[in-house]
């Protein structure tokens, strides 16, 4: 199975990219190579295969969720460049309107 210059040019169109005469000529022949490769691999009988979603096993690695030491409050706050009540104060992001990113209509 080979595709042709003109469907490279179509894909390209409904992806809305510029291609080059040369990107056109070397991705029609990189598609091509992947549609016969695809279409070889069909040809193998898979009928004793059982279906994998992953060809390796795959088994959850994360550590347990224990708590552990924390920052000293003090000595954190002490490295911020604003602080109010006792948290980091950053410069506000929304106007009082409620019409910025998050806000009401």
Not at 32 to 43: K, M, P, T, V, Y
Request: glycine share 8%.
């Amino acid at each position: 199975m080979s595709i042709s210059r003109a469907d490279v040019v179509h894909v390209a169109k409904l992806a809305r990219l510029e291609l080059t005469e040369e990107e056109i000529e070397q991705f029609t022949g990189q598609l091509s190579d992947i549609l016969d490769h695809a279409a070889r691999i069909r040809e193998l009988d898979t009928e004793d295969v059982a279906p994998t979603a992953h060809p390796l096993p795959l088994a959850n690695v994360m550590r347990e969720d224990e708590p552990g030491p924390t920052l000293d409050r003090e000595a954190f706050l002490s490295q911020a460049p604003a602080c109010e009540d006792g948290y980091v104060r950053v410069p506000r992001i929304l106007d009082e309107s409620g019409g910025g990113p998050g806000g009401g209509s």
